[in-house]
């Protein structure tokens, strides 16, 4: 392979000073021009040839062309020629990557951490590039583009590259990580000493997120994101080993005697994540693993949790727990209870009512009181239900709503869209409702239980709200109907979003202009509280 011969650039510099011209009477270098120009195609023409380079060639365009990017000091220049900057300085780092990746030798943490630092930059600079498939290459600099080929399919080569090599080093971080995963899960196991925040600090090495749902007694969400397909993130994922050594060591941590836990401690979710640990132990094929997990441990970790959280009638509705010997020798049963995010995402509006419908002496007869109020207000089929606390949530779907409390028609109010597979798709539901012009949109949520429901500081979003809405029952669990509590607290908390305009993405609003009541009012639904 050859560089780019310097006869070809005075073609080059005609276009690019053509696409530049209209900008504010600043003119870029020629020099950086060519420069930049050069070193994007031969590192381009690098990465798609790589495997037929010699090394030793590979180093010295590296070399040269890393030169050659640091010459560029231009701030208007870089700043007038950003994506294009970002993107080369990405190519750069990616071919650099791969050529460390060849020539690694014995593999240690220190070459690994310097693996992924490399990695990381180039990672940067192509989030920095801001690719957009529909805009980035039919801009005003498209001529330029063309010439020396930086397109979509230079875009799609980088990416898939760079993800290819991550998924390779993710490999390599979980396999350095695992001994110190199973010195820590055998101080748990055997000697009652738990290092999670051990855990957590090697995971951190890498960039590695571990699960604390356990601990945390909270189940992890994963909020459905719209994503940008042109954006790669920095984070690497645990594999199943990591993952189940760590929900171990949390289980027996909680099961010790010397833990304390808070009062409002859910064991419904706790015996709900002994059950999951438990089905991710069966998938398991790692020998250390089947080993040490065997039939004997799990049930005597089983047995130290249920000794210490009794299951009873405090357990809110759980269901019995079997012992893994059985479970490992029954058909597996899909059992899923929904909960209502505790603490509640923020939202737009929140409303408090202590001692509410006394008269009403179970979760049931509340429910047909509700349902009842929203049914006659237009909410009919609209309605999900949660476990919350020690009684439930219920929600309502997206709506469109008018602020000047007009109606909206019937057929526009909500959406109902099928996905593929026949089942309600609440992700078209979003879809079809946010890609409209200029629009409001809402979602009342409604808990009660016996103290007020509190907010978290991390606000509502589309997509933790689709995953909200989709993890619902749509009616109240049975084992909820009949029962009672002391006292009851509602509390409304109101999900308000604003469109500007097609295709943005919609906002929470947090101007606190409406209340709570203000929306209720607005709905036709003011009688509840009152």
């Known amino acids: 392979m050859k560089f780019f011969k310097p006869l070809f650039f005075s073609f080059l510099m005609i276009a690019f000073v053509g696409t530049v011209r209209a900008q ?93 630092s490399i990695l990381d930059r180039g990672i940067n600079f192509y989030n920095s590039a801001k690719i957009d498939d529909f805009q980035t290459f039919h801009n005003e600099k498209k001529q330029l583009y063309e010439m020396i080929k930086f397109d979509s399919e230079s875009n799609l080569l980088l990416k898939t590259e760079i993800r290819s090599l991550k998924n390779e080093y993710n490999s390599l971080f979980n396999e350095d990580l ?106 398991e094929d790692d020998k250390f693993i089947r080993e040490e997990l065997n039939t004997k441990v799990l049930d005597e970790l089983l047995s130290e949790l249920t000794r210490k959280f009794a299951q009873n009638k405090d357990l809110d509705g759980g269901a019995p727990i079997s012992s893994p010997s059985a479970m490992m020798n029954q058909p597996s049963m899909e059992f899923q209870n929904y909960f209502f995010p505790n603490p509640a995402p923020r939202a737009s509006a929140k409303f408090i009512k202590s001692n509410y419908k006394p008269p009403l002496s179970t979760l049931g007869q509340v429910d047909s009181f509700l349902s009842a109020g929203f049914s006659n207000s237009g909410y009919k089929n609209q309605l999900h239900y949660y476990y919350d606390m020690d009684g439930f949530a219920m929600t309502t779907s997206l709506e469109k709503f ?51 429901a509190t907010m978290s500081y991390e606000v509502m979003t589309a997509g933790f709200a689709e995953q909200i809405l989709k993890n619902s029952y749509n009616t109240l669990p049975e084992e909820l109907k009949n029962k009672s509590l002391p006292s009851k607290v509602l509390s409304i908390f109101v999900y308000h979003f604003h469109q500007n305009d097609i295709g943005e993405v919609p906002e929470l609003d947090l101007s606190g202009k409406l209340t709570v009541q203000d929306h209720l009012k607005n709905a036709g639904l003011i009688s509840i509280i009152q």
């Open 402 to 452: 008018n602020i000047n409390g007009s109606s909206v028609p019937t057929d526009s109010r909500f959406s109902e869209n099928v996905g593929g597979d026949g089942k309600f798709s609440y992700y078209e539901i979003f879809k079809s409702m946010f890609f409209k012009v200029e629009s409001e949109f809402r979602m009342f949520a409604l808990i009660v239980a016996s103290k007020p």
């Open 24 to 116: 504010e009477n600043t003119k870029p270098n020629k020099n950086d021009t060519i420069t930049l120009a050069q070193a994007y195609m031969n590192l381009y023409l690098t990465e798609t040839y790589f495997d037929s380079i010699p090394v030793e060639r590979i180093k010295k365009i590296l070399s040269f062309e890393n030169d050659e990017i640091k010459s560029i000091k231009g701030i208007s220049f870089i700043n007038e020629n950003s994506t294009l900057y970002n993107f080369t300085n990405a190519l750069f780092y990616q071919n650099q990557s791969k050529l460390l990746s060849l020539n690694k030798g014995e593999v240690s943490r220190g070459l690994l951490r310097r693996l992924k």
């Open 178 to 283: 695992y001994p110190d995963f199973q010195r820590i899960f055998l101080a748990a196991k055997n000697t009652d000493r738990f290092y999670v925040d051990s855990l957590t600090y090697f995971a951190g090495i890498y960039d590695m997120p571990l699960s604390m749902e356990i601990r945390n007694n909270t189940p992890d969400f994963h909020p459905y994101s719209f994503g940008n397909s042109n954006f790669i993130k920095l984070e690497y994922a645990a594999d199943s080993r990591l993952d189940i050594l760590s929900r171990y060591i949390q289980l027996k941590q909680l099961a010790s005697r010397r833990t304390r836990v808070p009062r409002n401690f859910n064991k419904t979710v706790l015996f709900e994540a002994y059950d999951d640990f438990l089905s991710r132990v069966k998938k």
